[in-house]
């Protein structure tokens, strides 16, 4: 079943334009990861926050988590057109419990 | 290194049919993880080995579907008598440890279609 709620759905923004994507979930966490996935394969790890951290920077991503609103977000900064992709956010346990994802069109 | 491989890319087979998913994993990780991804309901867990224990077969949809991971490493995941709303990419991922919250790398994934 699914944990993790992405937020919104679907975004298209223009190259050069941050792009916000957010996160709600169920239970409570240790960690939670986001991950990217390109043309509907394999999936590629991003970054990872444990639920003592309230951000986390990694390059031009910039994950925040909320653990008192069980939320997190996931910000890419100067975004690219080979930011396009799927992302989703996914709660852990040994598997993975991930969201529906949030599909990120960067057009030129 | 070598990241996780999955075969076939791409699978067509007729609805009933019997069909066999292959993953390699990361050599040195002792965990391996299936997931399938389909539109109605987006990435599912399906099974998880960890080295010699018994697998969590938690999430396989039915009996239908099966898993083995032979030595420790490949492992191959069946669908018997399979049926149109199995279409999906079923994903491999594996871990170092299977550590409660480790990172997991994902093989590209196997396209089934089942007509």
């Known amino acids: 079943s699914q944990q993790g709620e992405e937020d919104p759905q679907a975004l298209s923004i223009q190259e050069g334009e941050n792009a916000t994507m957010n996160c709600s979930y169920k239970?409570?966490?240790?960690?939670l990861q986001w991950y990217r996935q390109n043309s509907g394969r394999g999936l590629v790890h991003l970054i990872l926050?444990?639920?003592?951290?309230r951000e986390k920077h990694s390059g031009r991503l910039r994950v925040t988590l909320d653990t008192s609103k069980k939320s997190s977000s996931l910000l890419i900064t100067a975004s690219r057109a080979a930011d396009t992709a799927s992302y989703f956010c996914a709660t852990t346990g040994y598997a993975l419990n991930f969201g529906k994802g949030t599909s990120l069109l960067v057009t030129p | 290194g070598a990241g996780v491989s999955q075969s076939p890319s791409n699978k067509v087979t007729e609805k009933g049919k019997d069909v066999e998913l292959r993953c390699d994993p990361i050599?040195?990780?002792?965990?391996l993880y299936w997931y399938r991804q389909s539109l109605g309901q987006g990435l599912e867990f399906l099974i998880y080995?960890?080295?010699?224990?018994?697998?969590?077969k938690s999430g396989l949809p039915s009996d239908r579907f099966s898993a083995e991971r032979t030595g420790g490493s490949v492992s191959t995941l069946t669908i018997q008598r399979t049926q149109q709303e199995d279409s999906a990419v079923y994903l491999c991922?594996?871990?170092?440890?299977?550590?409660?919250?480790?990172?997991?790398?994902f093989g590209p994934g196997t396209r089934l279609l089942v007509l």
């Open positions: 239970t409570s966490i240790n960690n």
């Open positions: 991922a594996s871990s170092f440890g299977g550590v409660w919250g480790e990172t997991q790398y």
């Open positions: 050599s040195g990780h002792t965990a």
């Open positions: 080995f960890q080295g010699n224990s018994a697998p969590d």
């Open positions: 926050i444990r639920s003592n951290e």
